[in-house]
């Protein structure tokens, strides 16, 4: 009995451990966590029902800005709309970049997922695989009429006949710093990579760190690791053939920079993620961070001024005549088909575009959205905004640098969709990783991280 | 057979066939979440291990053993069993030399034992989520209490990062996960030691047995068949640890604390291997199924069945 009891517990463990690890498609999806507990709300008829006119058209919303100030903007927003729109109720879940790669197709698979999936270039794809992205290029062109898109922000979404989600805002890097902290050590902002350097070492001492730097397997890296690429001309990593060009003089000599800037970035950096680093620029820990924006870090945790913050475009190395950066369009995609549910979902959208209104979706994180539209860009909804106007210089700063934005991927009018494996296993930074915890020289790092992204993009 | 002989067969064999339908009825319920939650998905996992499926929710073709093939051909496969098995063993010895050192001292009567029982099992109930923010806040360089302790003693110069080098964060998580987990053997220990008659203690002492050879020659013999079973139950739930490596590590840096479980979840949902994934659970699932017997064979107490 005793013997039998103990070769039951164990065999049913190892089943447990072989199931968690990885379920089959219909078990996983009963058991994605999140994607379950879809509220009511989500609780829409099938697809292929028309609902009743007793019940509202519901739309449920998936987005990854996770800090309780934005998701308040944004609920602010919602409650609006569903006031002036008795018939539709539409709600918000908030998720995290780190997982919604994996979630999101999960949710989708198990008949979950959200009426409205916020994006960026190359999560498209990985969403398209699912058969649940719906093509918007109606919806996309009426809005260009009426607010006028900036080309660049379509682009990305634009390819096999269709587009596949609608732009909302661009964002991209830039580096921040402590003016205080420059001034102190005497350090004039860098414009090249010997300068950049120069400078974190200066800025090294009585325990700050000249630069915050991540060296994470996360997008955070992969992110600040083709800051790097494209300022010394190695923003291509696709010939235009398809074949992967990685592995090239160009990247290495840039991932080489990388790792001898990183010697002066906190040693727990190997684990950052986005957060990490505007708190240790907040903290004046680090005198230098690369990053979309820090500026709500800044305002409620530094206790600074606004004018201590300071930004500049990204120093080039100096073969390079100008300095790039990494920049995304960011979308919502349509994944109902059900033509109720859309009409819906576009009527919202709609009214998030207004002017009036898509400023203050825009400053649900000041200065990190940036406007796509024509109209967007000169609203006094965005402009007017408290914070806005606290760091105007700031921000108009970050609008001139995003002039330069570029993505992995999606280079030169091209998009190749296998980014999306690349990107989402973070291969760019698993590759950086190898140079900065693995100590390989940065020719054999980016020789394997080829063989990586090969090996990521055939089946 | 007499009248009253058949009517007491008669009944005996209506109750008896009663109890059996009591029975079966009081365990359908868990029959039947076996079969929804463990059997049915996994022969979904080995159908799904010879099919090429990617994404969640996509088709598939059958493929033979291609995925097996690949798999056992992988070296990250192999590295991270190895890095599994070490990550075993490791808590295996913390957490059993803590746990019994714990369980030895809460054996003795102190002021506020009672107290000390109740607070030691406080590691383990906390949520995992909560356990690895508290340590990455108190091992950060920015802040964290360790390192500015160590600085403010002398011991470093500067902060180190903890998670930064493969050994330090494997070193790192081990000890985490141990923290975690070692007031639940203590537990068991200490229940297990409550069962030990005293009388062999006060005959061991009345023979001049010092402390340390009743340790040896009663203690632990009694606490065979609890040492049996967690070192099979801890085995298993240790290599089955997830949790704790992907919030602190997420399985760097550099793939450094990648364990199996770690490399599976990658290979299915950052690779969209879905197929490739269950074959390594399978193959993970029949080394475990090894293990058991092999254990089961060499430290079965005696009395055991």
Redesign the interface.
């Known amino acids: 009995m005793y013997k039998k009891l103990f070769k039951v517990i164990a065999l049913v463990m190892m089943a447990s451990l072989v199931l968690a690890a990885c379920a089959p498609a219909t078990s996983t999806a009963t058991q994605a966590p999140a994607a379950t507990k879809a509220p009511a709300a989500t609780k829409a008829p099938a697809a292929t029902e028309a609902p009743t006119s007793a019940e509202p058209v519901t739309i449920m919303i998936w987005h990854m800005e996770q800090p309780a100030y934005r998701v308040a903007r944004i609920q602010e927003l919602i409650d609006e709309f569903n006031a002036a729109n008795p018939g539709i109720v539409v709600s918000q879940e908030p998720q995290s970049w780190g997982d919604i790669y994996t979630k999101a197709p999960a949710a989708v698979a198990a008949g979950n997922g959200p009426d409205l999936l916020f994006a960026i270039p190359d999560f498209t794809p990985i969403m398209r695989a699912t058969d649940a992205v719906q093509p918007v290029e109606d919806f996309v062109n009426e809005m260009d009429v009426a607010h006028k898109y900036m080309p660049a922000a379509i682009a990305p979404y634009n390819y096999d006949g269709h587009i596949w989600a609608i732009p909302l805002w661009s964002m991209s890097h830039n580096l921040w710093y402590s003016k205080s902290a420059f001034e102190k050590a005497g350090v004039t902002p860098p414009v090249t990579w010997d300068e950049w350097l120069a400078a974190a070492k200066k800025l090294t001492a009585d325990g700050q760190y000249g630069i915050g730097l991540p060296g994470n397997k996360n997008l955070y890296t992969d992110q600040t690791t083709y800051d790097f690429m494209v300022n010394n001309g190695a923003e291509e990593i696709y010939n235009s053939d398809g074949t992967l060009r990685f592995d090239n003089a160009q990247t290495v000599e840039a991932l080489d920079f990388y790792s001898k800037l990183f010697k002066y970035s906190p040693p727990d950096s190997t684990g950052w993620a986005w957060g990490e680093a505007e708190a240790c620029l907040a903290s004046k820990t680090c005198a230098m961070v690369l990053q979309f924006t820090v500026i709500s870090t800044f305002d409620s945790q530094s206790g600074s001024d606004a004018n201590d913050l300071g930004v500049i475009a990204i120093p080039h190395n100096s073969s390079q005549s100008q300095s790039n950066t990494i920049a995304y369009s960011n979308a919502v995609m349509v994944l109902t088909a059900d033509k109720a549910k859309q009409e819906a979902a576009y009527k919202f959208l709609r009214f998030i575009m207004e002017p009036k209104n898509y400023g203050r979706f825009l400053t649900m994180e000041p200065g990190l959205y940036l406007p796509v539209t024509e109209d967007g860009s000169v609203a006094d909804s965005y402009w007017n905004d408290a914070m806005v106007v606290k760091y105007k210089s700031q921000i108009e700063t970050m609008v001139e640098n995003s002039k330069n934005g570029m993505l992995f991927g999606f280079t030169n009018g091209n998009t190749f969709q296998s980014i999306s494996q690349i990107s989402a296993q973070n291969l760019i930074a698993q590759t950086l990783q190898k140079i900065l915890v693995d100590k390989e020289p940065a020719a054999q790092a980016v020789a394997e991280g080829q063989k990586l992204m090969e090996e990521s993009i055939t089946k | 057979m007499n009248e009253s002989e058949l009517e007491q067969s008669y009944f005996g064999s209506k109750l008896r066939r009663n109890e059996s339908i009591l029975g079966i009825l009081l365990i359908l319920p868990l029959v039947l979440w076996?079969i929804f939650?463990?059997v049915?998905?996994?022969i979904?996992?080995i159908?799904?291990s010879f099919q090429?499926?990617?994404?969640?929710?996509?088709k598939g073709n059958l493929i033979g053993f291609e995925n097996y093939r690949h798999v056992l051909t992988d070296p990250n496969f192999w590295k991270s069993f190895g890095r599994s098995l070490i990550w075993v063993i490791s808590n295996a010895v913390i957490q059993t030399v803590v746990a019994f050192i714990s369980a030895v001292i809460l054996m003795q009567k102190f002021h506020l034992r009672s107290l000390a029982r109740v607070w030691i099992i406080l590691s383990w109930i906390v949520p995992t989520v909560v356990v690895i923010i508290i340590w990455?806040w108190m091992?950060?360089?920015?802040?964290g209490i360790v390192n500015y302790l160590l600085v403010s003693l002398g011991v470093l110069s500067?902060?180190?990062?903890?998670?930064?080098?493969?050994n330090s964060a494997f070193i790192s998580i081990v000890l985490i996960n141990s923290w975690r987990w070692f007031p639940l053997m203590t537990v068991i220990l200490l229940a297990g030691m409550e069962g030990i008659p005293q009388e062999l203690y006060e005959a061991a002492s009345i023979d001049g047995a010092t402390g340390w050879q009743q340790f040896l020659r009663i203690t632990f013999p009694m606490l065979r068949p609890v040492l049996y079973?967690l070192g099979?139950?801890g085995t298993?739930?240790s290599?089955?640890v997830?949790d704790i490596i992907w919030l602190a590590?997420?399985?760097?840096?550099?793939n450094?604390t990648m364990t199996?479980?770690v490399y599976?979840?990658?290979m299915?949902?950052?690779?969209?291997r879905?197929s490739r994934?269950?074959a390594?659970?399978?193959i993970?699932?029949i080394i475990?199924?090894v293990f058991?017997i092999v254990y089961?064979r060499i430290n079965?107490p005696a009395d055991?069945?």
Do not use: C, E, H
């Open positions: 076996m939650a463990i049915i998905p996994l979904s996992a159908k799904l090429d499926v990617g994404m969640i929710g996509s990455r091992l950060g360089t920015s802040g500067t902060p180190v990062g903890f998670f930064s080098t493969a079973v099979l139950i298993l739930w290599i089955n997830f590590t997420g399985g760097g840096p550099s450094a199996l479980p599976i979840y990658n299915a949902f950052k690779g969209y879905l994934a269950s390594a659970s399978i993970m699932g475990l199924l058991v089961d079965k055991a069945d």
